[in-house]
């Protein structure tokens, strides 16, 4: 499996440890896609400092208009390095208050049509980035497949 690391990427997972090569590249939307089917599928990596500042100022709007450009994609996920209680609980540097950061998250997601995966650290992280994009990448195979299998089907 072949994934693309946007080169803006500030802090890119290695994915030592997972059966893929990582190669560099300018994704459109997110951090991290498949080679081949950087306009289906992406993945958006966020510290939690980093998605405060998504949700504020310049940033929300940098941010807002990534999210819409998400929305016409087969898959994409916002994957955070913390976990939900760590924002519930303020453990971030921004004076944002825990209720309206937390109420933010959740607006996106309905207005968006994007999961938040909060995967608890920097580790889990990694592992939800690349399973995300390896179950995309499996079931596009399976309906390839299907499709394949319907045409040959047809002309028999």
């Given at each position: 499996m072949k994934l693309i690391c946007d080169t803006r990427e500030q802090a890119?997972?290695?994915f030592s440890g997972f059966d893929c090569e990582v190669l560099a590249g300018s994704l459109p939307t997110g951090d991290y896609s498949l080679a081949g089917l950087e306009d289906r599928v992406a993945v958006e990596r966020k510290s939690l400092d980093?998605?405060?500042?998504c949700l504020t100022g310049d940033g929300r709007e940098r941010f807002e208009r990534e999210l819409a450009r998400a929305r016409g994609m087969d898959a994409f996920a916002v994957v955070v390095e913390?976990?939900?209680q760590d924002?519930?609980?303020g453990r971030y540097r921004s004076r944002m208050k825990p209720h309206a950061a937390l109420q933010s998250v959740l607006a996106f997601q309905v207005r968006y049509g994007v999961p938040?995966?909060?995967a608890g650290s920097r580790a889990g992280a990694e592992y939800a980035a690349f399973h995300v994009l390896r179950?995309?990448?499996r079931e596009a195979q399976e309906r390839l497949k299907?499709?394949?299998k319907a045409h040959g089907d047809a002309a028999a």
């Open positions: 890119p997972f290695t980093d998605l405060l500042g913390a976990s939900f924002m519930a609980e938040f995966v909060w179950h995309y990448l299907a499709v394949v």
